[in-house]
């Protein structure tokens, strides 16, 4: 079974600086999609970045940007400038491929930003 | 793109009480969907998935069934609610052919 780990609760960054959150996982498939998702004080999740397994490129948007080593099955998210909206709880997730099928979610990260 | 729209929004429910949590999308067709639950201060575990009208899997055997009368409609229920099924409820969907899950807004549910 796979298995998403986010091994840092809580992190700290103060605004306008560079922040990395840990995310590892465990699967025996060679091709699978990794996500970032965040959720705010309302709750909903949202959709910050994919990565696809079988790109050697890293995915990038805008601020948000991953570091994907998949010999070590590690999935970092680096959040350039950090904006006080950015505070919030960030899940890492993970995807097998196929028609339907589940997101694994790790336990979460959650992040503040501090002026 | 997609918009997913889920009510109610909250519900406070008595024991034993019948639920129907109702979630619907907009702007994609032939979705496939899920239900996922977040328990307090943890990550999402799905409950059930359906890739089209009246297929349901479901990942965890528990006091919930899910129904899917219309392609971009599901629904989550419950003939007698526990008070383990307290949480927030999240429907998500993902466009034909795509890889990616997109959430609606959530159902916060306590249960009393």
């Known amino acids: 079974a796979q298995t998403v780990t986010q091994s840092q609760p809580e992190m700290s960054v103060q605004e306008a600086e560079t922040v990395t959150l840990s995310c590892t996982y465990d699967?025996?498939?060679?091709?699978?999609?990794l996500f970032w998702y965040k959720q705010p004080p309302s709750r909903q999740m949202i959709l910050v970045i994919r990565q696809e397994a079988y790109k050697q490129q890293n995915a990038t948007e805008n601020r948000f940007s991953v570091n994907f080593q998949k010999a070590a099955k590690s999935f970092s998210l680096k959040i350039s400038d950090s904006q006080l909206g950015d505070a919030a709880m960030y899940f890492c997730?993970?995807?097998?491929?196929?028609?339907?099928?589940?997101?694994?979610f790790g336990t979460g990260t959650r992040l503040q930003v501090t002026l | 793109s997609q918009t997913i729209h889920q009510w109610p929004a909250t519900l406070v429910q008595p024991v034993g009480s019948p639920l129907s949590l109702e979630c619907t999308v907009e702007?994609?067709?032939?979705?496939?969907l899920y239900w996922y639950r977040q328990a307090a201060g943890r990550g999402l575990q799905l409950l059930f998935y359906?890739?089209?009208?009246?297929?349901i899997s479901s990942e965890v055997p528990q006091n919930l069934s899910a129904s899917r009368p219309q392609d971009r409609q599901f629904i989550l229920s419950s003939k007698k609610l526990l008070l383990s099924d307290s949480g927030f409820y999240l429907c998500a969907a993902e466009g034909e052919g795509r890889n990616e899950q997109f959430f609606g807004p959530g159902t916060r549910l306590t249960v009393l």
């Open positions: 359906s890739v089209g009208i009246g297929q």
């Open positions: 997730a993970y995807r097998r491929t196929g028609t339907a099928s589940k997101l694994t």
């Open positions: 699967t025996s498939e060679s091709d699978y999609y």
């Open positions: 702007g994609t067709s032939n979705p496939n």
